[in-house]
């Protein structure tokens, strides 16, 4: 890994902060959100605050192992959260893997902050930490998460099930040439 900071990466839009504990409000805004919970968790969870703070710790804890992770998501221009992506250990069927994560405030749906992000995730993920592939996955009915997937370069895997639910997996290799962006540190 390169001695660059991932602490915080900027895009062309986005400011993308490491989480932190100071966080939380921000995180339960856009968490939520019933437009954004339900493109997340199957539809019979009801979030709590404290499920919320236990998800939080978690992502701090991945951080603090792996010295990578989401970072909650900024307007360049505003700095106002528009909301959380970035990278994360999971397992899939499994199989470990890395996965490119996002979800955006809905005020700020169809802009292409959600392929900024995956795009800046992909470029950190073959750059800083030479990782030889990523995947993302949704749930097989959000058409505009398949598409952020296909607009940074993933390709159609299979299908599989997370949280008792079916989901689409995407993969993205390395040796493969796709877009990406060029990522300001």
């Known amino acids: 890994m390169s001695t660059r900071v991932l602490d915080r990466v900027e895009t062309e839009r986005l400011v993308c902060e490491r989480m932190r504990r100071d966080h939380a409000d921000e ?63 999971t397992a899939v069927e499994g199989e470990e893997a890395v996965e490119v994560a996002w979800a955006v405030a809905p005020e700020r749906w169809r802009e292409g902050l959600a392929t900024e992000l995956a795009l ?21 009915e959000n058409v505009a998460s398949r598409r952020v997937m296909q607009k940074a370069g993933f390709a159609y895997d299979r299908d599989v099930e997370r949280a008792g639910l079916p989901h689409v997996l995407y993969r993205r290799r390395r040796a493969e040439t796709y877009p990406t962006l060029e990522v300001a540190s």
């Open 120 to 140: 800046a995730a992909v470029d950190v993920a073959f750059g800083d930490l030479g990782l030889e592939e990523i995947v993302a996955f949704t749930l097989p």
């Open 27 to 89: 995180l339960s805004v856009l968490l939520l959100d019933p437009r954004v919970a339900r493109t997340l968790f199957p539809a019979s969870t009801r979030l709590t605050d404290a499920m919320l703070l236990a998800s939080l710790e978690e992502k701090l804890e991945h951080w603090a192992r792996y010295g990578f992770g989401l970072w909650l998501l900024r307007d360049r221009a505003t700095g106002k959260m528009v909301g959380r992506g970035g990278l994360q250990h």
